[in-house]
């Protein structure tokens, strides 16, 4: 009867101790409402080596456990100092958005930002047209009081953890140095490939321009509504805003955008 007893004293004080470790882990993984995420965390890497494998859906599922539905990711522990919206315009290229995906989210993972990535595909055969896709994901993502909106062109692939996709300053130009540019900057005033605004910047000057079709002319179009606002395009160092271009078939050039351009700089713009 004795021996009964000591072992359900031992339980109850191994159960007692095994409650009390379990809540104070509870209670320390808590996230903290007022405690901000670190700007770089500490798991982060300088040059992680971009991955050009293709991947497939299940597989990005399996991965990447963190992922809510519908693309969003809320850091645990701490709170986003930014609500950041990746917006994507897509079509014809499922195997570089793919390639991009499982690269970014990791990144955007490691930056601990709270964040939802957007695809937007133009479905019909029209002259595509990225201005517009991206107008429409803006005007989808800030009614989910996202702060902060990057522009991100499918077949751009981060080369550097340090581009941080958080809004630092705005207008940001973060694709500097392209590896098809040999990693230097062709123009002072180019602001395509990928950008970051807030979205009291971007409301200024009134969205992209939903004039200009296939390749060229939303970015040049866009420099100039920069500068009629009197903003300044920010960019990180050389050596920090680093991406890869994959290869595809590019989209005609748009023979007319010069033209558009010059109607379009002496009236207002749309």
Known sequence: MREVTVIRRLVSTVAFFYILGYTMVLLLARPKENLMCQTYHQGSVLYPIPNFNDTNEKDMVSRF???????????????????????????????????LLSNLHPLLYRQGLEYRIYVIEQADTKPFNKGMLYNIAYSEAKTDNHTCFVFHDVDLIPENDQIMYNCVRSPMHLSRAIDSFNYRLPDRKLIGGVSMWKKEDFEKVNGWSNLFVNWGGEDDDMSYRIIMNKLSIFRFRNNVARYTMLKHKRTPVNTARYVISRILLGTEYS
């Open 65 to 99: 456990t963190w992922l809510w539905n519908g693309g969003y990711s809320l850091p645990y522990g701490c709170r986003s100092k930014e609500r950041v919206a990746i917006l994507i315009p897509y079509r014809d290229r499922e195997k570089q958005l793919r390639i």
